[in-house]
C-alpha cells in the first residue's frame, strides 16, 4: 500500500473515484486512468488521501481485483459535504421521497413544478467537474439551497458527478447515478424551457486576507479549511487557501527551515495574499509565522493592497499541541533530531495585535470557528441580490419526552412571537403522537393556550437542520442535540442561556443576527436549566409554567423582531 503523492489524479478522475468511494458508481474497469508517476507502477495497489494524508480510498491496480475502489473513510471537510449522502442513506433518511435531478439553477416554472410533484422530494444536484453548464458547481448547489430554504418536505441532496467529455459516456454515468439514487423511488426531469429569472449584481466587497498563527498542531490548517467551505457554502467570493506545508511544496521550494527562510516564506505568502486582496479576493493563510515583525509585515503588505487583514491567534497550548501530534514531530525536536522547532527548540512570539484568539482545546470545530466568523463577517455576502423570501424565523424547542416543558413553551413563545416566527417542539426521547401531560395542558388552558391539536414526536436531524434556532429546556438536552448533531452548535442553546444572552444585545437587532451573535459570545448555561414536572402534581406543573413565561417574556422581543 501506498500513498498517492504530489502527482495526484486529476480532477475529473479523483470526481469518479469519490463517487465510487460513496457507493454510487460500481467499481472502475479501467485504473490505468489514474495518473500516477512512474515510480509507483506495479504497486498492487493506491491509497486516495486527502492534504492532511487521511485515506479516503484504495485503489487497487493488480490481481483480480484490478480497478476495484474501497471506501476507506468520508472526507473531512469541504464546502456542502453534509448534503453529500450515499444512495443508502438518501433512501434512509428521505424515504418515499421523489427525486429530481437538478442541473442548472432552477427557474420559478420549475420550483412549481417541484411542488407539484408530491411530498416528500429530494432535489438531486449534479455538481461535479464541467458538469453544471454555464455556473460553477458550487454556484449550482447555493442557488438551490437558497430557492428551496423554507419550502416543507423539499431536501437538497448533492452528487459530485464529473463530466468526461464523452457524451455516451456522460449519458451512462447519470443514468447510473439515478438509478441508485432512485432506487424504490419515482424519478421525475424537469422541463428545460422555461427562462431563468433576472437577477441584479450589487457592488462587490473589497478584499480579505484571514491569517492564522499558532503553533504546529493548534489546529490552524482545520480551522482555516473549515473557513474556506463556510466562505464557499454561503457566498460567492473567490477564496484561496494558501496553508503553510502547500505553500513550502509549491511556492517555496528549496527553503530550508532556518530561520530567515522560514520568515522569507512567510513574506511570499503574504505578497500572494495581499495580490489576491487587491482583486476584491479572500486569502485564507496557515503558516505557523513565528515572529511578530513578519506578521506585522504581512499585515503592511495587505492593507497598502487596499485589502483587509485579520490576524487569528490560534493559542493552542504547546502541550495540547504535542499531545494531537501524529507525525511525532515533537518527538523528534526534543530529542534534538529536528533543529528550530517552533515552541521547542525555536521561540513563538505571541501577537499582540491579534483580531481574534482561540485556544482549540476540547473544542468543536464549529465552536472554535464561531469568534473567528463572528470578526471576519464574510458570511451572508452575494453577488446576486436574492429575491425577498418572506419565511418565518423557525424554533425548535427541546426536552426529553416532549410531553410537558417543549409543548408549553412551543404554545408560550408562539402566542407571544406572533406569525413571524414559527415554533415546533420535539424529545430527544420524544414519544409518538402523544397528548400533551395532563397537568401541563391544564395549565395551559389556565393561561390562555390551547394545548387540544399538540402530539409529541422524537427529535430528528431533519427537525435540528431546518431550524434556525434549537432552544432546550436543560443543558442536557442542550448536550444530546450536539452530540448527534454537533453541525448545529452555532445554533442551539438552552433557554435560560439564550434569555440571557439576547438581554445585552442591543435593540433592533434581528433573531439571525442575534444568533450569530450569540453563537460568538456562548453566554453561560449554569443554573439556567427549567425543572422536569412530569408526574410532580399541580404545584410542579405550575412553577414550571411561571419559570417558562419569563423566559418567554424576556426572549420574545429579540425573536419578534424582523
Known sequence: MAAVPQHSPSPRILDDLELQALGVLPPTSNPDELDLPR???GLPAVDLVDPEGLPLARVSLT?????????????????????RLTPDERRDRHPGAVVVPVESPLTAAQLADVRGVGDPVVLLVLAGTDWPVGTSPLALVRSTVAAVRGVPDVHVVVVPLARTGDAERDAERRRRVLAAYGEGAAVVELSQDAAASATQPVERAGGVVVFFTGLSGSG???????????????????????????????????????????????????????????HGGVAVCSP?????????????????AGGRFVLVHVATPVEECERRDRKGLYAKARAGEIADFTGISAPYEVPADADVVVDTTGLTVEAALAPVLAVVGLTGESDLEPEPVADPFRVLVVCTANICRSPYLQLALQAAAGETVEVTSAGTHGFVDKEMDAEMAAQAVARGL???????????RELVAEADLVLTAEARHRTFVLEEH????????????????????????????AVARLAASRPSADGADIADPYR????AAAACADHIDRLVTEVTPALARR
Open 486 to 513: 454537533p453541525a448545529a452548535f452555532k445554533k442551539v442553546f438552552t433557554v435560560g442561556q439564550f434569555a440571557r444572552g439576547v438581554a445585552g444585545l442591543p435593540d433592533g437587532t434581528s433573531p439571525r443576527d
Open 39 to 41: 515510480d509507483l507502477a
Open 450 to 460: 390551547d394545548p387540544a391539536a399538540f402530539r409529541s414526536r422524537p427529535l430528528t
Open 288 to 304: 505557523i509565522a513565528p515572529y511578530d515583525a513578519t506578521r506585522r509585515e504581512v499585515r503592511r503588505m495587505v492593507e497598502e
Open 220 to 278: 490552524k490548517s482545520t480551522l482555516a479549511r473549515a473557513l474556506v467551505d463556510e466562505v464557499l457554502e454561503t457566498t460567492d467570493r473567490t477564496v484561496t487557501s494558501l496553508d503553510g506545508d502547500v505553500v513550502r511544496r509549491n511556492l517555496s521550494a528549496g527553503l530550508s527551515f532556518s530561520p530567515a527562510d522560514r520568515e522569507t516564506n512567510i513574506r511570499r505568502i503574504g505578497w500572494v495574499a495581499a495580490e489576491i486582496a487587491r
Open 63 to 83: 490481481g483480480p481485483d484490478a480497478g476495484r475502489t474501497e471506501p476507506l473513510s468520508r472526507p473531512s471537510y469541504g464546502p456542502f459535504r453534509r448534503l
Open 536 to 539: 410532580r402534581g399541580p404545584a
